[in-house]
Each structure stands twice: as C-alpha cells, then as structure tokens.
C-alpha cells in the first residue's frame, strides 16, 4: 500500500537556524498538507496545499513557515528561524482528489530545537 | 472559539470487550467529522469520515456515529483487540474559504489489556 514517507525522522537544529522538513506524499494525491504536534497536545494544523499553492493556513503558520512543492514528488515545510516553542512533532499528509477525502498521514518528523 | 472535546481522557478495557468513545465539537460551519487512529510514534491513520448528513458509518470493528443536530459523535469499536490500544482522535472539519480547516481533539488513549 503507497505511504507517505517523511525525512528525516529526527532534526535536531540549533535555535535561530532555518530547518527544511521533507515529506514524499503518495504519487496520485494532489492536496497536500502539514500539522505539527507538540509534545503531550493535540495535533494542530499548520497549511494545505493544492495545485502549487496554499488553499488554507492556520494562525500559526506564520511569515517564518513556507511550504514548497519543488519537484514532481516532494513537498516541503521550511522553517525560517527556528524558535524554542517549535520543537514538535511535524506531520505531512497528503489525500487523493478532494481535501473532503481521507488523509494519509507520514510517521512525521521530531523536531528538536536546541 | 471553535472546539473539539473528548471523552473519556482514558480508558482501559480487557480484550473481548467493546468501548464507546464520544466526540463534542462546536465547530462552525461544519464540513465533515472524521475519526483518526494514532499508535504510539506513528501518524494518524483515518477509520471514518462522515459528513452532516450521515448518521452513521462503519469500518470493520469500528462504527462511528453523528448527530448534527447536538454537535456529538461516538466510536464504538467492538470486540477490542491488543492491537486497538492506541489514541482515537476525533477530527471536525471546518469549511472556510477555500479550504478546509481541520479542528483536532486531544484524544482518547485506549488501553487494552489481555
């Protein structure tokens, strides 16, 4: 069964550095999205993404998040300068033709900022 | 402020026996409400989606149900196994602009024993 597949499974990044999360959603989905999960708290929202560009962000994603689809197969979560309180788990999921469809989500990345 | 909540916080079953988890939101205007699986270091994996005008819908050992009009949903799995101990979350989608913004709960931890 076609997984979404998420690199690298732990980031650990100094503070004030910028962090490139990478996540290869499965070939024939075409909306594609990232949430974050903090330690011991739900899972939030972060962005979706569809036909190369954002159809919907949350109030955290602010100007320090981008998100890019650069190639036919990956979709990235850049985050500009890394800040403490963004040490979480991230998610990237992508579904199939309608954002109304399942999600299938990757194992995520744990990122730790120092 | 929209809102996902759910209960019980826990629970611990023995094997064999069945389990009802319940979901209230207050989310506005609604699109869907979906309920997620999360084993321990993994990603959510969906069981259902159901949107306002179903009542309920199955997959396997696991039948969720709706009810628009008080803003509840249970899932009720039924003869519980080892490998259903794992956080259920319920997921209630928020229809916004173009997109669709997806309100998490915090989720029931299930245990299930032998």
């Known amino acids: 069964e076609p997984e979404v597949t998420q690199t690298p499974s732990h980031q650990v990044t100094q503070m004030g550095q910028e962090v490139i999360l990478r996540c290869v959603p499965i070939?024939?989905?075409?909306?594609f999205y990232w949430y974050r999960q903090i330690l011991g708290q739900k899972v939030e929202f972060l962005v979706s993404?569809?036909?190369?560009?954002?159809?919907?962000k949350s109030e955290i994603f602010d100007d320090q998040f981008s998100v890019e689809r650069p190639d036919g197969s990956n979709f990235t979560l850049k985050i500009r300068s890394t800040k403490l309180e963004d040490s979480a788990m991230y998610f990237c999921?992508?579904?199939?033709?309608?954002?109304?469809?399942?999600?299938?989500f990757g194992d995520g990345t744990r990122l730790s900022i120092l | 402020k929209n809102q996902v909540e759910q209960s019980p916080q826990s629970l611990i079953i023995l094997e064999g026996k069945n389990c009802t988890l319940q979901?209230?939101?207050?989310?506005?205007?609604?699109?869907?409400l979906r309920w997620y699986k999360q084993d321990t270091g993994r990603g959510p994996v969906s069981l259902t989606i159901?949107?306002?005008?179903?009542n309920t819908k199955s997959n396997g050992r696991y039948t969720a149900t709706l009810d628009a009009d008080t803003k509840q949903s249970s899932l009720h799995i039924t003869a519980s196994q080892l490998s259903d101990s794992a956080s259920y979350i319920c997921?209630?989608?928020?229809?916004?602009?173009?997109?669709?913004?997806?309100?998490f709960g915090k989720g029931t931890s299930l245990l299930v024993t032998p």
């Open positions: 979901c209230n939101y207050t989310v506005s205007p609604f699109s869907n």
């Open positions: 070939s024939n989905h075409l909306y």
């Open positions: 997921v209630v989608s928020l229809l916004r602009g173009s997109g669709y913004a997806l309100n």
């Open positions: 159901m949107t306002f005008s179903e």
């Open positions: 993404f569809y036909n190369n560009e954002i159809s919907e």
């Open positions: 999921a992508s579904s199939e033709w309608s954002s109304n469809q399942p999600q299938h």
